[in-house]
């Protein structure tokens, strides 16, 4: 019996599941999802108060279609063999799906263990503990990236929060577009901006900049830069500056092995690579882990075709703003910016316990916002 092996529980890897579960149809075709923990994390939302919001059961959308989830954590990935080592055990593999994510790059500075992140739920849940119950505090945000701004201006109704980014604007890879309803939200909310500078030490009562400023706080909070996850290297293909595999139009990083998410470098369109985000991991996986079920089965494969690019970014208190294009026009903020991302927020949620909706949602890999 043939088997594919998707390696990840996030986005993607979920995801691609479902799309290989919907190619096999009643196929004898085993599909195994890897991946150490019982939850799908909904990573776009661990920027939230309430982390344990941001959490789906793996086994009620695997479960309902046929595929099976082996919670361990991958180690090793032979590509000659056609094995992958997870907990100790070797497991074969016809066609693998890697789908392991990205991971926040944690700096090498004095005081680093001192630091809260939003990257994983025990980070998130490690940050809410830390602040329940308490107003009034200094919180220092370090990244003013997507992550860095949510995280920011999530924090602003309750404390004093500053804001440092490396770069001399905010939002500096989001362009100028989406800048000003940026800054004019950090100026509603009152969150203070350090540019041009970084943390390069962090006690537990202090964190110092690079400008020499001294900032009393216990709550440092690092959002700056993602890689994706160290397995790629353990792939003989070529990777990307963030790490990811170069994949091809079905996803395909080699005969045997697909790639998808945040590990995967796919063509938007001739001047674009997609972006390491949900909304370009959810339909990479539907394509990938299709695929990878087809090609055993002598089905013709899908291509990968992008969503119109989108950006939607929260901003607290002061609303949300929703941009389309990779220029980021912004088309709606403020409060109606705020209704459309949580919308969105809604909409990542997969469904549960009902295999014709998962099957039917795995078939929708290529979308239009009716925005």
Request: hydrophobic share 45%; charged share 25%; with cysteine.
């Amino acid at each position: 019996m043939s088997h594919i092996v998707i390696v990840g529980g996030g986005f993607a890897g979920v995801w691609s599941a479902a799309g290989a579960a919907r190619a096999r149809g009643e196929e004898a075709t085993r599909i195994t999802l890897v991946a150490p923990n019982e939850h799908l994390v909904l990573r776009p939302r661990l920027y939230e108060a309430d982390p344990e919001q941001a959490k789906v059961e793996l086994g009620r959308i695997l479960g309902p279609i046929g595929v099976t989830h082996l919670r361990a954590t991958v180690t090793a990935v032979d590509t000659a063999a056609r094995t992958v080592t997870a907990g100790g055990e070797v497991i074969g593999y016809d066609r693998l799906v890697l789908a392991t994510g990205s991971r926040l790059v944690r700096p090498d500075l004095p005081g680093a263990e001192h630091l809260f992140d939003v990257d994983t739920l025990e980070g998130a849940r490690r940050l809410a503990a830390h602040l329940r119950g308490r107003e009034g505090f200094t919180a220092v945000v370090v990244g003013a990236g997507f992550a860095g701004i949510e995280v920011a201006t999530e924090l602003a109704s309750r404390g004093r929060v500053v804001l440092v980014e490396r770069a001399e604007v905010v939002g500096p890879d989001l362009g100028p577009g989406p800048r000003p309803d940026i800054e004019a939200a950090l100026d509603e909310l009152g969150v203070e901006r350090r540019l041009g500078a970084t943390v390069t030490e962090v006690g537990q009562k202090h964190a110092r900049l690079s400008t020499g400023e001294l900032i009393e706080t216990d709550t440092v909070i690092w959002t700056a830069g993602i890689r994706a996850s160290e397995l790629t290297t353990q792939v003989p293909a070529a990777r990307d500056e963030l790490g990811r595999l170069e994949v091809d139009r079905f996803l395909r990083v080699d005969g045997a092995v697909f790639a998808a998410g945040d590990t995967a470098a796919a063509r938007y369109d001739a001047d674009h690579y997609v972006m390491q985000s949900c909304q370009h991991a959810v339909p990479l996986g539907m394509v990938a882990g299709y695929n990878a079920s087809a090609e055993l089965l002598g089905l013709p494969m899908r291509e990968f075709v992008a969503g119109p690019y989108v950006t939607c970014l929260d901003l607290g208190a002061a609303g949300a703003l929703f941009a389309r294009g990779w220029d980021r026009a912004v088309v709606a903020s403020g409060a109606k910016g705020k209704e459309i991302k949580q919308w969105i927020m809604r909409l990542i949620h997969p469904p549960v316990d009902d295999a014709a909706a998962i099957m039917g949602a795995a078939d929708h890999y290529t979308f239009d916002l009716p925005f």
